[in-house]
């Protein structure tokens, strides 16, 4: 259906709204009614719609869109009603996340111990809400995904959803995120007297829409806390409300949970416990988990340790990064609560590590970010990736400019959590290596990955552990790796990757005959030049671009499974001093060889609605904004970049510039500037839809959406 949807107030038919035309059909339409433009035929799958100009005010709904710009934004529900009358509705599609739950090794469900992060920033929903991103300058962002198993977000209104960004986020890197039912004060008691004070069908319908709303935006279920003394009416309903919706959680959501957090007690009074007791063991047993308050001491972990038994994994003890009330250590002693929580083999809730951002400020964020993590990260078992793909640019989802291909596309700050790609393992090695992330030079997306150290005395090479994987070896693997070598003498050095494989006495690399490297090391064998049939993947791999080095690589192994990705940093001359080395890593992927061959999708079904103009900026141009909506299929496209050919009322071509990122198979654009058509006269708009393939293969162009607008103002007598 190709549609510019009539919106409330308008008025007037536009000629050829909701009709898809045949291009030479549309062409001859045009030539009869315009008398200055006449387009040419367009190429096949093109969408062709007409509008007529009309600016009366275009009101769309206020939770879903800012009322400003009309830029979607996500949303929370205020209150028992809201929670019972949600439903969802097409406005609601912008805050779905179209990112699967990545899979990886160990899963949530192992029995070793875990570690939750609750993000609690200034009441929640900053920038993190705008769902396209803004131009924040030093935003916070979150990237230690390797390290944790779950993400909260949290706020203080009664049902937070978490901002779609977030899910995308965490979802590429294999972590679920949860959202918070609150309930607090005066407000909370009468809430929770309405719903758990009565009969089973109140609190019933209460659990049924948390999990329809998990299931319906793709998160992975709540974190329920309940701040307010209860009746004993209530409190006798809370374990079986527990019980009700885990259960719903868990039908509707595949691996969902739900968690409790130490606040009331089985009599309900309102009492913090800092441990599982007898007192709030009830509420343990209802659901999937128990968040502990933070004012614990270690005689809390024993007993605690004790009353779990074989759930102890359950039981995440809270640390309080700010350091609030008697705890053992925040801060940068983090490490002194957590080295605690992890010898009595419990897991760890880290609540607002934004304290990084938000005490030790902006300017040097990314710097005391890496160094908190850091010194936690002996207790912090990591976590593999078990599928391919894995493509990367390691952008963090911001940056000070944006990056295509090794050149700035766009300059500016900008913040996109959900435009962030895989995340590395980021090793450190006191005085040795060390990996950041560096925001002057990208080869795509806001940021490069950083390497430096120092290769010993004596030794030839260095190599830097990026991913840790887990899973079987593909019969051939084709690797690509981008990378720009800086400091005084880039020349010195040769920049390679290398494959583990798990010790297997089976695992050979190319024919059967040939012998495995020793303690299963594989150095791919690089590729000068394209084999026949992958030309588009490889058509860099022997030359440059802007400062950069593109390499491809094949590997052929078999009967193995995958260990680890490193990048290999070696000197080309033996030396009895250290060398130091900085290495900028664009882009790495590992990628089956039997997929790559696959022809890649087309976008289909290409729409657009929810149009609204307004006046100006100047004199002679029009400001439009609409929303776009088309079909791709599921998983395939990491992102779907969204250009404009511009608008013109004469012949003519421009370059496409880009206007912003989806996630989903939907993009609204705000603000496109216009020239204004003269009476009887019509211009066009044309914007592309470029969906990035999980592997980043180039899509041909033929294979784009592609969307003309053909507008006009109104015919006299008309508004």
Known sequence: MAEAQEEPGRRGKRAGAGVEEPAEAEAERAGRRRRS?????????????????????????????????????????SGLEELLAWQPNSNDDFNVSAVPLAKRQPPLHSKRPRTLVCHDMRGGYLEDRFIQGSATRNPYVFYHWRYI????????????????????AAHRNGVPVLGTFITEWTDGEKLCEAFLAGEEEA?????????????????????????????????????????????????????GLVIWYDSVLQDG?????????????????????????????????????????????DVYVGIDVFARGDVIG????????????????????????????????????????????????????????????????????????????????EPGPWYDLSAQEIQPLFPEREGRLSTS???????????????????????????????????PAPPKLFLTLLYKLEGPHPDDFAVALEVTTWDSGTCHEGNVTSL??????????????????????????????????????????????????????????????????????????????ASVAASPPQVQS????????????????????????????????????????????RRGQTSPQLLGLAHACLYRAVGLVLPRPAAGQSCRLELLVEPVLRDELPVDLDRWGRLVLVYSEPASGTS
């Open 37 to 77: 433009f006449q387009p040419a035929a367009e190429p096949r799958g093109t969408t062709v719609l007409h509008d007529s100009v009309s600016t009366r005010p275009q009101p769309l709904p206020a939770r879903h869109f800012d009322t400003r710009t009309t830029e979607p934004i996500s949303f929370f529900l």
């Open 269 to 313: 009074a309102l009492r913090w416990q800092n441990e599982l007791n007898k007192e709030n063991r009830v509420f343990f047993d209802a659901c999937d988990g128990l968040f502990t308050n933070y004012n614990w001491k270690e005689e809390h972990l024993e007993r605690t340790r004790e009353l779990a038994g074989p759930r102890h994994t």
């Open 516 to 593: 495995p490297e020793p303690n299963g090391r594989h150095h791919p064998r690089f590729l000068p030049a394209p084999p026949p049939g992958l030309a588009k993947l490889l058509a860099a791999c022997d030359h440059g671009s802007h400062g950069w080095t593109s390499r491809c690589y094949e590997l052929d192994l078999q009967d193995c499974s995958l260990q680890d990705l490193s990048l290999l940093v070696s000197r080309h001359q033996p030396s009895p001093q250290e060398t130091p080395f900085t290495c900028l890593l664009g882009e790495v992927r590992v990628l089956d060889a």
């Open 437 to 471: 992330c560096c925001l002057q030079d990208a080869w795509c997306g806001g940021s490069s990955l950083k390497v430096q150290g120092t290769i010993p005395p004596g030794e030839e090479r260095v190599a830097v552990r990026l991913f840790s994987l887990q899973m």
């Open 606 to 649: 290409l729409t657009a609605s929810q149009l609204w103009w307004q006046e100006g900026p100047e004199a002679e141009q029009l400001s439009l904004s609409l929303t776009l909506r088309w079909a791709f299929p599921p998983g395939q496209a990491g992102c779907f970049r969204i250009l404009s050919q511009g608008a013109r009322c």
């Open 149 to 168: 198993d779950i993400f909260i977000y949290f706020s203080h209104h009664t049902v937070t959803i978490p901002p779609v960004c977030w899910t995308n």
């Open 330 to 409: 925040g801060g940068f002693d983090t490490d002194k609560s957590l080295r605690l929580i992890r010898q009595h083999g419990l897991s760890a809730a880290i609540f607002a590590p934004g304290w990084v951002y938000e005490h030790l400020g902006e300017e040097n964020f990314l710097h005391n970010e890496n160094k908190f993590w850091g010194s936690l990260a002996e207790y912090l078992p990591t976590h593999s990736i078990c599928t391919l793909p894995l493509a990367t640019s390691f952008s963090l989802g911001m940056g000070t400019s944006r990056f295509l291909a090794g050149k700035e596309e």
């Open 203 to 255: 609190y019933h319908a209460v659990s049924k829409q948390l999990a329809r709303i998990a299931q319906h935006y793709c998160f992975d279920g709540w974190l329920v806390n309940v701040e307010n003394t209860l009746s004993a009416a209530a409190v006798g309903n809370l374990p079986p409300f527990l019980r009700h919706l885990t259960a719903q959680v868990h039908s509707a959501v595949p691996g």
